[in-house]
T-cell receptor, first 114, second 114 residues
Framework: AQTVTQSQPEMSVQEAETVTLSCTYD???????LFWYKQPPSRQMILVIR??????QNATENRFSVNFQKAAKSFSLKISDSQLGDAAMYFC???????????FGKGTRLSVIA | GAVVSQHPSWVICKSGTSVKIECRSL??????MFWYRQFPKQSLMLMAT?????????EQGVEKDKFLINHASLTLSTLTVTSAHPEDSSFYIC??????????FGPGTRLTVL
């Protein structure tokens, strides 16, 4: 069975500072994808960043980057230069091969302090 | 990215009535659609997976007679909550997966049963 664990229910960061959200996962599959989704107060799910398991290079999207440690099954999200608009619930998500459903972590609620 | 719409965005109904929620992929064909339920401050819980033209696959614990899912076309899936009760009040989110395996989320529907 696939599992995703987010051990930080809540985090806070000062505006303009950097914060890292943790995520570990478990799967026996060799081919999979990992995602971070953001859910702001509007509750619309927004894809922040994705990582293919076969890629060694960590994905980066502007101020968002990941630290993908495949052997450790760890997939953390770093947000640099945090902005007020980054305040949201962040979900770490796993998808294995085939037409299988996404596996969600419990989420980390990020607050940004002005 | 591609757009998934949900209608209505918010519905209030009386206990015992049925409510239909529509999910449409606006600019792509969705081979698979997923329905989630989300309680406040919690993660998304998968209710069912539906493929166009076939019966939905329900997750354990989800009553298929209560939550009727119809995926009649490649762009439309509906969730009908039959004989709704206050405990069915929740936020329902659909998600559509395209042939190229990207998955997109609708904005959600808030259901309140009085």
């Amino acid at each position: 069975a696939q599992t995703v664990t987010q051990s930080q229910p809540e985090m806070s960061v000062q505006e303009a500072e950097t914060v890292t959200l943790s995520c570990t996962y478990d799967t026996s599959e060799s081919d999979y994808y990992l995602f971070w989704y953001k859910q702001p107060p509007s509750r619309q799910m927004i894809l922040v960043i994705r990582q293919e398991a076969y890629k060694q290079q960590n994905a980066t999207e502007n101020r968002f980057s990941v630290n993908f440690q495949k052997a450790a099954k760890s997939f953390s999200l770093k947000i640099s230069d945090s902005q007020l608009g980054d305040a949201a619930m962040y979900f770490c998500v796993l998808r294995t091969s085939g037409n299988t459903p996404l596996v969600f972590g419990k989420g980390t609620r990020l607050s940004v302090i002005a | 990215g591609a757009v998934v719409s949900q209608h209505p965005s918010w519905v209030i109904c009386k206990s015992g009535t049925s409510v239909k929620i529509e999910c449409r992929s606006l600019d792509f064909q969705a081979t698979t659609m997923f329905w989630y339920r989300q309680f406040p401050k919690q993660s998304l819980m998968l209710m069912a997976t539906s493929n166009e033209g076939s019966k939905a696959t329900y997750e354990q614990g989800v009553e298929k007679d209560k939550f009727l899912i119809n995926h009649a076309s490649l762009t439309l899936s509906t969730l009908t909550v039959t004989s709704a009760h206050p405990e069915d009040s929740s936020f329902y989110i659909c998600s559509a997966r395209a042939d190229y395996n990207e998955q997109f989320f609708g904005p959600g529907t808030r259901l309140t049963v009085l």
